[in-house]
C-alpha cells in the first residue's frame, strides 16, 4: 500500500513539475511575443487624420459632408493642401460648398488644389497658380495631336514661320516656343477625366505673363504645333531650331574669294630730241633730265 502511494506521489510530482515547466516556456513565450509587439509599436510611423472622400468624384461635382471621411494618413508624408478639420473643410456650413476641380478616387485625400474655395464656381480661374495666366492656342487635328490632349496634360509648343534676317533672304523656320507647358482647358471643358479623343479647335495653357506676349507674338507670326510630353518626363529642352537647308542637309558652298586686281606697273620716263635729215625727222632717245 505505501508502495502504490509513493508511486502516485512521485507520479504527481512528475506532472506538477512538467505542468510548471509548461507553463513557464508559455509564459516566455508570450512575455517575448509582447516585448516583439512594443518594439512594432515603437517602429510605427505616426498617423494623423485627415479628410478623404469616400467615393470617386468627377469634375464639377459639388463636395459635401456625405462625400467624405476620417483617415489616417501617415504624418511624415502629409501633402499640402490637405483639411485635418470640418471647419476647414467646410467654413461656412452647407450654405457655401466647395466643387471639384480635378477628379478624386476613392479614399483619397482632399487636397485644397483639387477644390475651390467655399462658394465659388469650378472655372479656369480656380485652376490658375498665383502669378499665372491663361492662353487659349487655335489647333486642328495635326496641330492638335490628333485630338489625344486632356486638361493635366503637358506639351511642347512649336513656332513654324518664315524668319527674315539682314542681308539674306527669307527662310521658313521651326523652332521650339515654350516647353512642357500645362493644359487647363480644351476647348471650352477643364474636366480631365473625359474618356477617348476629340478634335479639339482650342486648347488653354496656363504660362506665365511674359510667355503669354512670346505666345501671341508666336501665334500672329506663324503656325503653333503641339507636341505632347509623357507623364514623368522631367526633360528640360534647350534650344531646338530647324530650318529648311538643315534639315535637308543642304550644305552652302562658300562663294568664291575675287580675284586680285592687277597692279599697275609704273613705266619708266623716257624723253627724246627730233632731228630733221632732209626731208626725214628721225626722234633719238636721250638722258632725261630731272
Known amino acids: 500500500m505505501r508502495a502504490v502511494f509513493a508511486l502516485v506521489l512521485m507520479v504527481g510530482i512528475g506532472l506538477a ?28 510611423v505616426p498617423t494623423v487624420e485627415v479628410f478623404a472622400v469616400n467615393r470617386a468624384i468627377a469634375y464639377g461635382e459639388t463636395l459635401t459632408r456625405e462625400d467624405v471621411e476620417l483617415i489616417a494618413y501617415a504624418e511624415p508624408h502629409l501633402p499640402e493642401g490637405v483639411f485635418l478639420t470640418e471647419e476647414e473643410l467646410f467654413p461656412e456650413g452647407d450654405e457655401e460648398l466647395r466643387v471639384v476641380t480635378r477628379p ?4 483619397e485625400p482632399v487636397l485644397a488644389v483639387k477644390v475651390t474655395e467655399p462658394g465659388d464656381i469650378a472655372g479656369i480661374t480656380s485652376l490658375l497658380s498665383p502669378g499665372m495666366r491663361a492662353f487659349t492656342i487655335t489647333v486642328d487635328v495635326q ?11 503637358r506639351v511642347d509648343v512649336y513656332w513654324t514661320g518664315d524668319l527674315r534676317t ?21 476647348d471650352q471643358t477643364a474636366d480631365g477625366n473625359r474618356n477617348g479623343a476629340a478634335i479639339a479647335r482650342t486648347v488653354t495653357v496656363q504660362v506665365s505673363p511674359e510667355d503669354v506676349a512670346a505666345l501671341a507674338q508666336a501665334q500672329a507670326t506663324g503656325d503653333l504645333s503641339l507636341s505632347l510630353v509623357g507623364a514623368g518626363d ?12 538643315t534639315l535637308l542637309g543642304v550644305v552652302e558652298e562658300a562663294a568664291p574669294e575675287p580675284e586680285p586686281e ?10 627724246y630730241i627730233t632731228q630733221s635729215r632732209g626731208t626725214e625727222r628721225i626722234q633719238i632717245e636721250i638722258a632725261c633730265q630731272g
Open 166 to 186: 539682314a542681308g539674306q533672304d527669307s527662310q521658313n523656320v521651326t523652332k521650339l516656343i515654350k516647353g512642357s507647358v500645362e493644359l487647363i482647358a480644351v
Open 17 to 44: 513539475g512538467f505542468a510548471v515547466y509548461m507553463v513557464q516556456g508559455y509564459m516566455e513565450q508570450r512575455e517575448t511575443e509582447l516585448v516583439a509587439v512594443r518594439q512594432k509599436v515603437a517602429e510605427a
Open 143 to 153: 496641330s492638335g495631336v490628333s485630338g489625344f490632349l486632356r486638361p493635366g496634360d
Open 234 to 245: 522631367a526633360t528640360v529642352l534647350g534650344g531646338i531650331s530647324i530650318d529648311q537647308r
Open 262 to 271: 592687277p597692279v599697275a606697273v609704273e613705266e619708266p620716263e623716257r624723253c
Open 104 to 107: 478624386m478616387e476613392a479614399l
